[in-house]
């Protein structure tokens, strides 16, 4: 189940994604989540696009996260537990965040989603790294480049020494940027719960899956689409 609508605005191209992946789709409008929030046992896996949800109002993610709260967070939680992937890229990684699924099932985490220390949007290929991690969703990944279009990327943490210590030491850093660009914390890129099935990222990987896609076109340049094959590999291994 892929996500649309309150301005969402990427999902055509991860539904695309996750074909490419052998998934068969479904986009749904967040209203209608939220009318039915039962139609998420019947579907594998659950991606919060990209976009400006709600025009950013009262911060990224923040409206998004509040209305998935409210009217299916016992929902969304049973589908972790289930061990049924979920992705959110960009702003559907600030949402998860605030819904308290990342990185810890807790609503009070410590993390946040900052504005870039630069004060600017960017929007520009990065090169990423996928650390030793849990993840199920970046499982021998090397090292690639990925777009990034944020203005609230830089993850931030007030104790951010206590933090790290226990991401690192629950392996849940799926990615980190190469070079420190926007200031988030120990280049963090992307972040899994601690069961890996959970994977929030700024950069779009549903951006990055044909080689015409990336700057150089380079034939086997562009990793996206292996991400969502990972997650149809750890579906057909359940």
């Known amino acids: ?5 309150d301005g969402i605005n990427c999902e055509r191209e991860t539904a695309a994604a996750f074909q490419a992946a052998d ?10 989540l939220v009318a039915r929030p039962g139609s998420l046992a019947d579907v594998q896996a659950l991606a919060l696009p990209g976009g400006f949800s709600f025009g950013d109002e009262l ?10 709260r409210q009217a299916a967070g016992a929902e ?3 589908f972790v537990t ?4 979920v992705i959110g890229i960009c702003n559907g990684f ?3 965040v605030k819904l308290g699924l990342l990185p810890w099932p807790e609503q009070a985490s410590g993390v946040a989603l900052a504005h870039n220390s630069s004060g600017q949007f960017i929007n520009r290929w990065v090169e990423v790294e996928f650390p030793d991690s849990v993840c199920v969703w970046t499982r021998n990944l090397p090292a690639t480049m990925f777009p990034v279009r944020h203005g609230e990327g830089r993850i931030f943490a007030a104790d951010s020494s206590a933090v790290l210590s226990r991401l690192g030491e629950r392996r849940q850093i799926a990615l980190r940027y ?3 660009f926007n200031g988030s914390l120990d280049r963090i890129a992307g972040l899994c719960d601690p ?6 990222l700024m950069p779009h990987p549903e951006a990055a899956v044909a080689d015409w896609l990336h700057p150089s076109r380079v034939s086997g340049s562009a990793r996206g689409l292996e991400m969502f094959n990972n997650a149809r590999r750890y579906l057909d291994e359940l």
Do not use: W, Y
């Open 1 to 5: 189940m892929i996500l649309c609508g």
């Open 23 to 32: 998934f068969v789709t479904i986009t749904k409008h967040v209203n209608d």
């Open 59 to 68: 911060g990224s993610g923040q409206v998004l996260a509040a209305k998935l």
């Open 76 to 78: 969304l939680a049973g």
């Open 82 to 85: 289930s061990g049924k992937p």
């Open 94 to 96: 600030q949402a998860l």
């Open 178 to 180: 190469r070079e420190d």
């Open 195 to 200: 069961s890996g099935v959970v994977l929030g």
